[in-house]
């Protein structure tokens, strides 16, 4: 009677140790379908990469900051000036990192080439100099920086 008794102890542990693994064989398994769902979905995501394309619809207020990067005193006073007076919110006006820009630029900030395509035309930039850099520290649409071709553009025509 004794040994039937063990046996059915043995086979009760037997039966629950059984049960506790495959509970945690499960959420191994679930565990891993998580991981390796989240890295597919991760590498998956160009998003962050692309430029965001936009409907390419100009934004009702343009917010503009306008970059001395020719040298010449009051050239960005002059662009700011004529950009306000065509309703472009022109939020900074300061200078360049260096002053041997040879081309004006024009920079689209949030995914709207749109935007710099505007004010690219308002100014009479080359299209060939707008480009997208897409930044999310900054807090406006477009940023153009003044070369030294700035006497060719509409501010000072």
Do not use: H, W
């Amino acid at each position: 009677m004794a040994t039937v008794k063990n046996q059915k102890t043995a086979d009760i542990k037997t039966t629950t140790t059984n049960f506790v693994l495959n509970i945690v064989i499960f959420l191994l398994v679930a565990l891993i379908i998580y991981l390796v769902f989240s890295v597919a979905m991760k590498f998956g995501d160009d998003s962050s990469q692309t430029p965001k394309n936009n409907t390419e619809v100009v934004s009702e207020i343009i917010q503009v900051d306008v970059l001395n990067g020719c040298g010449k005193k009051g050239a960005a006073d002059r662009f700011t000036d004529f950009l306000r007076n065509n309703k472009i919110d022109v939020v900074k006006t300061d200078n360049y990192i260096s002053f041997d820009i040879d081309k004006t630029m024009v920079i689209d900030r949030i995914g709207n080439m749109a935007n710099a395509k505007k004010i690219a035309d308002l100014l009479g930039v080359s299209r060939k100099n707008v480009i997208q850099q897409l930044n999310e520290d900054y807090f406006l649409d477009v940023t153009v920086i003044i070369g030294k071709d700035y006497y060719n553009l509409a501010p000072l025509k």
